[in-house]
């Protein structure tokens, strides 16, 4: 699938009691993405553990609106299996345009990879869709020179659509949010120590190249969506911190947090 880096990416948050009639509108107009119909059960669990310096220097990047910010995760998806594939990702932001840049592994080798740096031996070559194996490089040297480590695990189930005739075009649904601090990339495959972040609510993101069809937006003026500075990982590492995270995080991202009463 083509996503066209660079790209836009809107964020906005659903009470899940509108979500059926929501998706029910955007339906006609989208098809399942590939990896969403593999699986069988119209949505895939995403599982990231975010990477960031001893002092949180992403987490304050975004809180603080840096136009220019990069986020640093290892991915992978649903239940281990024993034969995982991860990717090494780096999430770029300029302005209001999203890169990723993402090499490919075994879930397994993650620590190898980053202790031994045997390029040959662990790193999948593979490129299209934001992968290429020279993205691994790039991910070291931001792990060295930042001096990144692991600090919390974020999960969600995922629904993916692209729009019909436009591979460039993509929507999201992003539910049942939930983290726990982490230490380890062995950790990824956790469940049993996760916590909710998000209780009522689900995130929609649109991400596309050009602008937003004309049908979605009727779709998001007649609910009174509106967009957000959303991000799963301070989101989440503020529900660790603070029982009131997603208040917080409203307030801290500009918004008036009156207008998202009980928001988790």
């Given at each position: 699938?083509?996503?066209?880096?660079?790209?836009?990416?809107?964020?906005?948050?659903?009470?899940?009691?509108?979500?059926?009639?929501?998706?029910?509108?955007?339906?006609?107009?989208?098809?399942?993405?590939?990896?969403?119909?593999?699986?069988?059960?119209?949505?895939?669990?995403?599982?990231?553990?975010?990477?960031?310096?001893?002092?949180?220097?992403?987490?304050?990047?975004?809180?603080?609106?840096?136009?220019?910010?990069?986020?640093?995760?290892?991915?992978?998806?649903?239940?281990?299996?024993?034969?995982?594939?991860?990717?090494?990702?780096?999430?770029?932001?300029?302005?209001?345009?999203?890169?990723?840049?993402?090499?490919?592994?075994?879930?397994?080798?993650?620590?190898?990879?980053?202790?031994?740096?045997?390029?040959?031996?662990?790193?999948?070559?593979?490129?299209?869709?934001?992968?290429?194996?020279?993205?691994?490089?790039?991910?070291?040297?931001?792990?060295?020179?930042?001096?990144?480590?692991?600090?919390?695990?974020?999960?969600?189930?995922?629904?993916?659509?692209?729009?019909?005739?436009?591979?460039?075009?993509?929507?999201?649904?992003?539910?049942?949010?939930?983290?726990?601090?982490?230490?380890?990339?062995?950790?990824?495959?956790?469940?049993?120590?996760?916590?909710?972040?998000?209780?009522?609510?689900?995130?929609?993101?649109v991400k596309f190249v050009g602008g937003v069809p004309g049908w979605l937006r009727g779709i998001i003026q007649r609910y009174g969506l509106k967009r957000r500075a959303l991000s799963k990982y301070t989101i989440c590492l503020d529900s660790q911190r603070n029982?009131?995270?997603?208040?917080?995080?409203?307030?801290?991202?500009?918004?008036?947090?009156?207008?998202?009463?009980?928001?988790?």
């Amino acid at each position: 699938m083509n996503v066209g880096y660079p790209k836009l990416e809107y964020k906005y948050l659903i009470p899940l009691v509108r979500l059926d009639e929501i998706r029910r509108e955007m339906l006609p107009h989208l098809r399942p993405d590939p990896y969403t119909l593999t699986e069988g059960r119209g949505l895939y669990t995403v599982r990231s553990v975010y990477l960031d310096t001893r002092d949180l220097a992403t987490y304050r990047e975004k809180i603080e609106g840096e136009k220019h910010r990069k986020k640093y995760r290892v991915r992978t998806y649903n239940d281990r299996t024993g034969n995982d594939i991860a990717f090494l990702e780096i999430k770029k932001k300029d302005n209001k345009f999203i890169s990723k840049f993402r090499a490919i592994l075994q879930a397994d080798h993650i620590h190898d990879f980053l202790h031994t740096r045997d390029f040959d031996r662990f790193i999948v070559r593979k490129s299209g869709d934001g992968i290429d194996d020279k993205n691994a490089q790039r991910f070291l040297y931001h792990y060295d020179t930042r001096g990144l480590r692991p600090v919390i695990l974020v999960v969600y189930e995922r629904e993916a659509y692209t729009g019909i005739g436009n591979d460039n075009f993509r929507i999201t649904i992003d539910r049942n949010l939930r983290s726990t601090m982490v230490t380890s990339f062995e950790d990824i495959f956790l469940e049993d120590k996760l916590t909710p972040a998000m209780r009522r609510h689900c995130i929609l993101e649109v991400k596309f190249v050009g602008g937003v069809p004309g049908w979605l937006r009727g779709i998001i003026q007649r609910y009174g969506l509106k967009r957000r500075a959303l991000s799963k990982y301070t989101i989440c590492l503020d529900s660790q911190r603070n029982d009131n995270a997603l208040q917080m995080h409203t307030k801290r991202a500009g918004h008036n947090p009156m207008r998202v009463p009980n928001i988790r």
